[in-house]
């Protein structure tokens, strides 16, 4: 396509060159001083506007005052980007655009909100600075490229296009949401832990709270030999029952089980969701993982520098675009940590993250079930369940897994057929209806 504009492009200049060249031979064969005037003007004007626009193109440096930035939902950030001419004569038109992704502004109200013109028209003297500034209102997660700027300017005959990309973008992530909550009780099949439970499973014998006489069945490393030997009567030790806490939160994000008709609004609620989660477990001191088959959309960048083409407006934007596919079928994990270093990596991850058409809920559950952590809960966050994922969960159940799942769905039915298979192989399962239900949810976990 490049080939082609370039070519096309050309053909304009090779014919007015062959008329040049054609009427100045025509004339000095017939004697006419007028046509070789001509066609010496002719030439002269043609050098001249190709030397101004090479000229201005090439002197018209921009600057991007501004690197990358980590912001959170709501925020507004200034853009601006310095026009500076070096030459020694004067722009007399400069078309400079800020390139910000299309798909970032097609829905209603828009992930990335335009206030200003990204879009101007410039004059810039001999050594002058002009600047192109505007603001963006960031209404949801995400992570993007702002950037870079397309720069187009030409002689005034338009005769010449020159096209440049004149700087490197910058990166913005809009960090999700966090609800903040209140406790933390969901508890994993690793007894001895950190927290109390409410069912006797297993005695922990670091939590003694108190003391009884001894019954038939106390084993004998649990009598109190003190109170024993005090009274002159058996007594036993009793232990608070605890476990571990922390959870793997397991996200959905396939295309398949994600439909396009719910975005961005549901994978959103998830990403809100597994954000405050986390944020209970790094306030508990709780360690805390993720696996997922979405894609990160870090890994849609293709270029790290920019070089621009003076020739086709195509072949600018091309190179100046962020990628928009993405063959990468390795999960993104992260194993269950503590400690603010791994929350806020997990958190700019969950803000990064994208729907991907690679991995399905069952080919990941199968994939990474060596790295899931043993000691913490899986907690699945899926929006729709297939046969084949459903027997995945089930079969990390029966393998002794503590399984539980947040059903990311408005409809009631929708979450009753998913949720009936779950609850009958005793897999807790939690209703996610919308973002005002996220504080419900959680606490309907939490409290468990």
């Given amino acids: 396509m490049a080939d082609t504009d370039a070519q096309t492009a050309s053909t304009p200049k090779l014919a007015i060159l062959a008329g040049i060249s054609g009427l100045l031979l025509a004339g000095m064969i017939s004697g006419a001083a007028l046509w070789i005037i001509v066609a010496l003007t002719a030439g002269i004007l043609l050098v001249v506007n190709s030397f101004l626009a090479n000229t201005w193109s090439r002197s018209t440096i921009a600057t991007r005052s501004r690197g990358d930035q980590e912001v959170k939902i709501g925020s507004r950030l200034p853009i601006e980007v310095e026009l500076t001419n070096h030459s020694k004569m004067p722009v007399l038109w400069l078309l400079v655009e800020d390139l910000i992704p299309n798909w970032a502004t097609i829905f209603d109200p828009p992930t990335l909100q335009i206030e200003g013109d990204r879009i101007k028209v410039l004059l810039i003297g001999a050594g002058k600075t002009c600047s192109l500034s505007y603001e963006i209102k960031c209404n949801r997660r995400g992570y993007f490229q702002i950037g870079p700027t397309v720069m187009e300017t030409g002689d005034l005959m338009g005769m010449y296009r020159r096209y440049r990309v004149g700087t490197q973008p910058q990166y913005i992530t809009v960090l999700p949401n966090i609800v903040a909550l209140s406790s933390y009780e969901i508890g994993s099949r690793r007894p001895i832990g950190e ?254």
């Fill in 195 to 448: 927290i109390r439970m409410r069912e006797n499973i297993m005695d922990d014998p670091t939590r003694l709270r108190g003391i009884r006489q001894w019954q038939p069945g106390d084993p004998m490393r649990s009598v109190h030999w003190a109170a024993t030997a005090r009274t002159g009567t058996l007594h036993s030790k009793i232990y608070e029952p605890s476990s571990i806490v922390g959870a793997t939160l397991i996200l959905d994000l396939h295309t398949s089980s994600n439909p396009e008709n719910h975005e961005p609004v549901r994978c959103d609620l998830a990403v809100t969701a597994a954000a405050s989660i986390a944020n209970s477990l790094h306030d508990a001191n709780e360690p805390v993982g993720l696996a997922t088959n979405g894609r990160d959309a870090a890994d849609r960048i293709r270029l790290e520098g920019w070089v621009g083409d003076h020739r086709v407006r195509g072949e600018a934007q091309a190179s100046a675009s962020m990628s928009s596919e993405n063959e990468r079928l390795r999960p993104v994990i992260m194993t269950p940590e503590r400690g603010p270093t791994h929350f806020k990596q997990m958190v700019r991850t969950l803000a990064r993250l994208e729907r991907s058409d690679g991995l399905t809920l069952a080919e990941l559950l199968v994939e990474c079930e060596s790295q899931l952590s043993a000691d913490t809960t899986l907690l699945v966050i899926l929006q729709q369940c297939t046969a084949e994922s459903m027997g995945a969960m089930l079969d990390l159940k029966r393998r002794g897994r503590a399984v539980a799942a947040i059903i990311n769905t408005h409809d009631i039915n929708d979450y009753s057929n998913i949720a009936g298979p779950l609850i009958a192989a005793r897999i807790p399962t939690f209703h996610l209806s919308s973002h005002d239900t996220i504080l419900d949810v959680c606490r309907q976990t939490l409290l468990r």
